[in-house]
């Protein structure tokens, strides 16, 4: 069914603006502003900011977590989320923890998104791209 301002072109709906601008619909497109939160990006991107210096002193790019942590990648990655998860738990209960609520969300953030990345890049077949997984 059409909504108001669209028209069909081949059986792909159109819309077109009184400007004289046309788009397709996003019927079908991936809505990333839906999905995501702003804040919560830049949270994170300043937590994974103030985590590329190492406590040695050397400095890592922004990037280099996309290199993956070796043959353990997955253990490394899990373990590091409990650890995370434990201090987000504690800090729900009412409890201190070691960095506090954010820094926890935010590990767990990075080691989810670490996790999955080398996941999806392991699984040749695209998979993931089937929404009928979900």
Known sequence: MKRPGEITVVDVP??????????????????????LSPIVLEAFAQYMNIHMDMPDGSGRSSDNWKNGFGEKHYDICMKSLHRHFQDAWMEHEGYES????????????FNIMAYAKQYLEDESDEEYLDDTMY
């Open 14 to 35: 159109i819309r077109k603006f009184a400007g004289g601008g046309m788009r397709d619909t996003d019927k079908g497109k991936l809505d990333f502003n839906g999905f």
């Open 98 to 109: 070691r960095e506090g609520m954010m820094p926890a969300l935010m590990g767990m953030l």
